[in-house]
Protein backbone atom coordinates (compact mmCIF):
# COMPACT_ATOMS: atom_id res chain seq x y z
CA UNK A 1 0.00 0.00 0.00
CA UNK A 2 1.49 3.27 -0.69
CA UNK A 3 1.81 5.93 1.72
CA UNK A 4 -0.91 8.27 1.94
CA UNK A 5 1.33 11.61 1.06
CA UNK A 6 2.15 10.56 -2.21
CA UNK A 7 -1.52 10.83 -2.98
CA UNK A 8 -2.00 13.97 -2.43
CA UNK A 9 -5.42 15.31 -1.18
CA UNK A 10 -8.28 13.15 -1.13
CA UNK A 11 -11.56 14.41 -3.30
CA UNK A 12 -15.18 13.68 -3.94
CA UNK A 13 -16.31 14.80 -7.10
CA UNK A 14 -19.40 17.42 -7.09
CA UNK A 15 -20.62 16.32 -10.48
CA UNK A 16 -20.22 12.33 -9.90
CA UNK A 17 -19.64 11.71 -6.40
CA UNK A 18 -15.98 9.65 -7.30
CA UNK A 19 -13.68 9.73 -4.59
CA UNK A 20 -9.98 10.16 -5.54
CA UNK A 21 -6.44 11.90 -4.89
CA UNK A 22 -5.27 14.09 -7.15
CA UNK A 23 -1.98 12.56 -6.90
CA UNK A 24 -0.57 15.93 -6.15
CA UNK A 25 -0.74 17.66 -9.54
CA UNK A 26 -1.64 21.13 -9.74
CA UNK A 27 -5.08 20.52 -10.93
CA UNK A 28 -7.73 17.93 -8.83
CA UNK A 29 -9.25 16.93 -12.28
CA UNK A 30 -12.31 14.16 -12.04
CA UNK A 31 -10.58 11.00 -13.61
CA UNK A 32 -14.05 10.52 -14.26
CA UNK A 33 -16.10 13.46 -15.83
CA UNK A 34 -13.09 15.75 -15.95
CA UNK A 35 -14.57 18.19 -13.60
CA UNK A 36 -12.26 20.87 -12.02
CA UNK A 37 -12.76 20.31 -8.36
CA UNK A 38 -11.64 24.18 -7.59
CA UNK A 39 -14.79 25.28 -8.67
CA UNK A 40 -17.05 23.46 -6.26
CA UNK A 41 -20.18 25.13 -5.79
CA UNK A 42 -20.53 23.92 -2.40
CA UNK A 43 -17.14 23.53 -0.89
CA UNK A 44 -16.84 21.71 2.21
CA UNK A 45 -17.30 24.11 5.31
CA UNK A 46 -14.87 22.72 7.62
CA UNK A 47 -12.27 24.20 4.65
CA UNK A 48 -13.48 27.54 4.85
CA UNK A 49 -13.16 27.30 9.17
CA UNK A 50 -9.81 26.27 8.55
CA UNK A 51 -8.71 28.57 5.87
CA UNK A 52 -9.82 31.68 8.68
CA UNK A 53 -7.54 30.76 11.25
CA UNK A 54 -4.92 29.41 8.92
CA UNK A 55 -3.20 32.86 8.84
CA UNK A 56 -3.72 34.08 12.38
CA UNK A 57 -1.03 31.26 13.87
CA UNK A 58 1.52 32.28 11.56
CA UNK A 59 3.16 35.02 13.58
CA UNK A 60 6.85 35.60 13.03
CA UNK A 61 9.01 35.79 16.61
CA UNK A 62 9.84 39.58 15.74
CA UNK A 63 6.46 40.53 15.19
CA UNK A 64 5.14 38.90 18.38
CA UNK A 65 8.06 40.49 20.43
CA UNK A 66 6.79 43.87 19.31
CA UNK A 67 3.44 43.13 19.77
CA UNK A 68 4.67 42.00 23.24
CA UNK A 69 6.60 45.32 23.81
CA UNK A 70 3.95 47.60 22.69
CA UNK A 71 1.58 45.98 24.89
CA UNK A 72 4.03 46.19 27.59
CA UNK A 73 4.40 50.15 26.97
CA UNK A 74 0.38 50.64 27.60
CA UNK A 75 0.45 48.63 30.81
CA UNK A 76 3.23 50.81 31.63
CA UNK A 77 1.47 53.97 31.01
CA UNK A 78 -1.66 52.74 32.89
CA UNK A 79 0.25 52.05 35.90
CA UNK A 80 1.67 55.45 35.89
CA UNK A 81 -1.41 57.00 35.41
CA UNK A 82 -2.89 54.49 38.06
CA UNK A 83 -0.50 55.96 40.19
CA UNK A 84 -0.93 59.59 39.72
CA UNK A 85 -4.47 59.44 39.92
CA UNK A 86 -3.47 58.09 43.74
CA UNK A 87 -1.37 60.62 44.30
CA UNK A 88 -3.88 62.97 43.39
CA UNK A 89 -6.73 61.48 45.66
CA UNK A 90 -4.11 60.83 48.93
CA UNK A 91 -3.32 65.35 48.20
CA UNK A 92 -7.13 65.97 48.33
CA UNK A 93 -7.58 63.70 51.21
CA UNK A 94 -4.54 65.32 52.75
CA UNK A 95 -6.00 69.02 51.87
CA UNK A 96 -9.18 68.29 53.12
CA UNK A 97 -8.34 66.83 56.33
CA UNK A 98 -5.96 70.06 56.68
CA UNK A 99 -8.89 72.17 55.94
CA UNK A 100 -10.52 70.44 58.95
CA UNK A 101 -8.06 71.27 61.28
CA UNK A 102 -7.88 74.56 60.34
CA UNK A 103 -11.35 75.17 61.00
CA UNK A 104 -11.38 74.34 64.73
Known amino acids: MQDKSKLGKRFQCFQ ?3 K ?3 LNRPEPLCPKCGADQRENPNPDPRE ?3 ARFKG ?3 MTKGAAREDFEAD ?3 VE ?3 EADE ?3 VDEEDEEIGESAEVEEED
Open 20 to 22: FYD
Open 48 to 50: AIL
Open 16 to 18: CGL
Open 77 to 79: EDV
Open 72 to 74: EEE
Open 84 to 86: ADE
Open 56 to 58: KGG
